[in-house]
């Protein structure tokens, strides 16, 4: 099993920057595929971003291409998220999530999920 935690998120003005951490419980971790998705009120949670077990694929959202980036460090645990050129369509609520089997955009491919963090953007 795995327990992820998200940290992060914020106030920021259009055009700023975050980076997005999410610390994992557990020794397994870099045998999982990350994923971030997010969820605006009114909205279905959507994918954002993927990263397989090394880090040497990642895949993204074509609204964040260019501007997001995943990474991980399984020394430590935790899966990344750097955000820049935020704009309003990127407030949401922030996810990260741990699928055993695949790198996938599909929500229910993916086991365990954090709480989330808040990123609001302001125009």
């Known amino acids: 099993q795995v327990q992820l935690v998200e940290s992060g998120g914020g106030l920021v003005q259009a055009g700023g920057s975050l980076r997005l951490s999410c610390a994992a419980s557990?020794?397994?971790?870099?045998?999982?595929?990350m994923g971030w998705f997010r969820q605006a009120p009114g909205k279905e949670r959507e994918f954002v971003a993927t990263?397989?077990?090394?880090?040497?694929?990642?895949y993204y959202t074509n609204s964040v291409k260019g501007r997001f980036t995943i990474s991980r460090d399984n020394a430590k645990n935790t899966v990344y998220l750097k955000m820049n050129g935020l704009n309003s369509e990127d407030t949401a609520v922030y996810y990260c999530?741990?699928?055993?089997?695949?790198?996938?955009?599909?929500?229910?491919?993916?086991?365990?999920w954090g709480q989330g963090t808040q990123v609001t953007v302001s125009s």
């Open positions: 999530a741990a699928s055993p089997t695949i790198a996938t955009t599909n929500v229910a491919e993916y086991r365990y």
């Open positions: 557990g020794r397994t971790f870099r045998t999982y595929f």
């Open positions: 990263i397989n077990w090394s880090g040497g694929s990642t």
